[in-house]
């Protein structure tokens, strides 16, 4: 199972809005609603942001937002902060009980 | 308050061992399966392997990368999982996770990591 692909970087000013894609396969992304994606900064545990594709755990802010199109999820950040500024991965179901993650965005807010 | 503390993590000779433990609390560690999940420094996230409950068998599924030499389990009368990881290889160098797997579609709890150094 490959690793599901992410732009290695993304930047963006604040207030602004930007979009994370995570490409799959048929066999990952595009089988399941199981895509879920993780904010890292560094020294911390990683948190959930987004899971099943597009729902929002208690305490995430919504300006987090979630969406699938065939075998591409996508993270939507709106009204982006400073504090947004962190690493982001994707995460998918591949069958057979095998997780697969995708390489990491470094988000950079400006 | 949900915790998740791996320790164990060190250096260790390529070829060599090393068994992480993972120490739930807060929650109802019988009824959760554990994964395992590492990142390499600079690198991405690896979903390394997981174990289930006890209903669902202890059973457990391994990444191809690890299958073979590593090996999961647990011990839910301490809330405590294991990874046992046998002939060591310098890719193996990683900040391993423990992460709880909930409603069989998200990872919603994390470690902090414990560090593993494979080098001579």
């Known amino acids: 199972q490959s690793a599901l692909t992410q732009a290695a970087s993304v930047s963006g000013s604040p207030g602004q809005s930007i979009t994370l894609s995570c490409t799959g396969t048929s066999s990952d992304v595009g089988s399941y609603k199981l895509v879920s994606w993780y904010q890292l900064h560094p020294g911390k545990a990683p948190k959930v942001m987004i899971y099943e594709v597009t729902k929002r755990p208690l305490g995430v802010s919504d300006r987090f937002s979630g969406s699938k199109s065939g075998n591409t999820a996508s993270l939507t950040i709106s009204g982006l902060q400073t504090e947004d500024e962190a690493d982001y991965y994707c995460c998918s179901y591949g069958g057979d009980s095998i997780w697969v993650f995708g390489g990491g965005t470094k988000l950079t807010v400006l | 308050e949900v915790q998740l503390v791996e320790s164990g993590g060190g250096l260790v000779q390529p070829g060599g061992s090393l068994k992480l433990s993972c120490a739930g609390s807060?929650?109802?560690?019988?009824?959760?399966?554990i994964h395992w999940v590492r990142q390499a420094s600079g690198g991405g996230l690896e979903w390394v392997g997981r174990?289930?409950?006890?209903?669902?068998?202890?059973?457990?599924e391994y990444a191809a990368s690890v299958k073979g030499r590593f090996i999961i389990s647990r011990d839910d009368s301490e809330n405590t999982a294991y990874l046992q990881m046998n002939s060591l290889r310098a890719e193996d160098t990683a900040l391993y996770y423990c992460?709880?797997?909930?409603?069989?579609?998200?990872?919603?709890?994390w470690g902090q990591g414990a560090l593993v150094t494979v080098s001579s």
């Open positions: 807060g929650f109802t560690f019988t009824d959760s399966a």
């Open positions: 174990i289930r409950s006890k209903p669902r068998n202890y059973a457990t």
């Open positions: 992460t709880r797997l909930q409603g069989g579609s998200v990872f919603d709890y």
